[in-house]
């Protein structure tokens, strides 16, 4: 009993060390890969809909081969959107209108061939399960109409600021591993923090 658990713990570790050298090496060996173009938010849309203000962005150089392995491999990656609102206050401090996390995972199963991304915040949440690689993460790295706050609460011809940025999560590993952080090219990233000022004007008339 005692050799048959030595050679599974022995098997289990040499697993872990065939399995991290896969991850982590070729950025030693390469070390171009570690300055892939830096991850940013783009294609920012702010658009006033039914009784909220909208949210539309997406994470821009945010995959690299390590990662795309990573992922293919069935580790569970999360990108987390953080994003904060204010209104511009002259001479003073921005008054905070809100702030809000959103969770975006994807998770691969090897066996179906299909990929699982779920969004998640503190009000929602939601399962996608899609068969391209592709399209898994345009559902990964983009947010499609996060309310920001209720129009009826902004105020006509004032100053708003948004503030998003991005990061992609620990990661947990197989075999029951604890959080491991992989500091290898944009594995381990967060963006610069994306703002913009905005002039609430309200609805035309009839356009609600």
């Given at each position: 009993m005692g050799i048959k658990r030595l050679l599974m713990k022995s098997l289990f570790v040499r697993y872990l060390v065939i399995f991290l050298t896969t991850l982590l090496v070729p950025t030693a060996l390469f070390p171009s890969l570690a300055s892939a173009e830096r991850a940013?938010?783009?294609d920012v849309l702010i658009t006033p809909t039914g009784d909220h203000l909208l949210l539309y962005c997406r994470v821009k150089?945010?995959?690299?081969?390590?990662?795309?392995?990573?992922?293919?491999?069935?580790?569970?990656t999360t990108f987390t959107f953080r994003i904060e609102f204010y209104r511009k206050v002259a001479f003073w401090?921005?008054?905070?209108?809100?702030?809000?996390?959103?969770?975006?995972?994807?998770?691969?199963?090897?066996?179906?061939?299909?990929?699982?991304?779920?969004s998640a915040d503190k009000n929602t949440q939601s399962t996608t399960a899609v068969k391209d690689?592709?399209?898994?993460k345009i559902l990964l790295t983009e947010l499609?109409?996060?309310?920001?706050i209720e129009t009826?609460?902004?105020?006509?011809?004032?100053?708003y600021l948004l503030r998003v940025r991005a990061e992609l999560n620990k990661v947990r590993l197989p075999l029951y591993l604890h959080y491991v952080l992989f500091f290898v090219s944009l594995w381990d990233f967060k963006t610069d923090w994306y703002e913009a000022a905005l002039t609430y004007e309200g609805y035309p008339p009839g356009n609600r």
């Open positions: 940013i938010i783009d150089n945010s995959f690299t081969q390590e990662m795309n392995r990573a992922i293919l491999s069935g580790i569970a401090w921005d008054q905070e209108l809100n702030s809000l996390t959103v969770d975006h995972t994807i998770k691969y199963n090897p066996l179906k061939q299909q990929f699982s991304v779920s690689f592709n399209e898994a499609n109409g996060v309310k920001l009826g609460r902004l105020r006509p011809n004032e100053t």
